[in-house]
């Protein structure tokens, strides 16, 4: 028997049709000027999709992984 044959095929169909987000933080002083941050607010966390393009900022972790699902996408954290 070839153990190849017999084993299955691995796929990454979440990044294939590009479902897959990446939330990771971010120092509002990293930002550029051309973005506002609420006062007080050091860190935020940006919502990336699979290409790396950033979609949104957010002010809670959570909420960037809710807003996240509930755009069919899935949503994994990034350091």
Aim: hydrophobic share 40%.
């Amino acid at each position: 028997m070839n153990i190849e044959k017999s084993m299955p095929s691995l796929t990454y169909s979440a990044f294939e049709q590009e479902t897959v987000a990446y939330v990771r933080s971010i120092s509002a002083s990293d930002l550029g000027d051309d973005i506002e941050t609420p006062a007080g607010v050091k860190i935020l966390y940006a919502l990336h999709d699979a290409t790396g393009r950033r979609l949104a900022l957010f002010d809670n972790r959570d909420y960037a992984f809710q807003i996240a699902k509930q755009n069919d996408l899935k949503p994994v954290s990034v350091h």
